[in-house]
């Protein structure tokens, strides 16, 4: 510690520089804080929007599926409804399983689902 002529304490410039050093430094590595804290605010608030939107296009998906399905439950219904009666109005009463032919004409055969199915040959 110097001394100066009215007698007040004084440090020295080598003192001075390093306190000056270690305040620049430490002003530094807080923009560097406030920078990284920004960054992850913003973070945060892309991914909530994110979430948000992944969350609002799941329920989206889910509600399409639903609809898909209920369609698809109406579809089968009708289906099987039509089927039967085409088939029955043919005689296939009281018969599990028939296979109709894809070519015309369009024959319908009893399929006996006991019996083993044919492998057809390798060849």
């Known amino acids: 510690m110097e001394e100066t002529?009215?007698?007040?304490?004084?440090?020295?410039p080598e003192e001075f520089t390093e306190l000056r050093s270690l305040q620049a430094q430490q002003t530094f590595l807080q923009a560097q804080g406030y920078q990284v804290y920004n960054?992850?605010?913003?973070?945060?608030?892309?991914?909530?929007?994110?979430q948000q939107n992944y969350e609002a296009r799941v329920a989206q998906a889910k509600e399409q599926l639903a609809t898909l399905e209920n369609e698809l439950s109406t579809l089968n219904e009708g289906f099987r409804t039509r089927f039967q009666e085409i088939v029955t109005a043919h005689g296939f009463e009281n018969v599990d399983s028939v296979s109709i032919?894809?070519?015309?004409?369009?024959?319908?055969t009893p399929v006996d689902l006991?019996?083993?199915a044919e492998v057809p040959a390798e060849g």
């Not at 960054?39 to 994110?50: C, H, S």
């Not at 032919?101 to 319908?108: L, Q, S, W």
């Open 101 to 108: 032919a894809d070519t015309e004409p369009h024959y319908i």
């Open 39 to 50: 960054f992850i605010a913003n973070l945060d608030a892309q991914y909530a929007e994110v």
């Open 114 to 116: 006991t019996a083993p």
């Open 5 to 12: 002529v009215d007698n007040r304490p004084a440090i020295t």
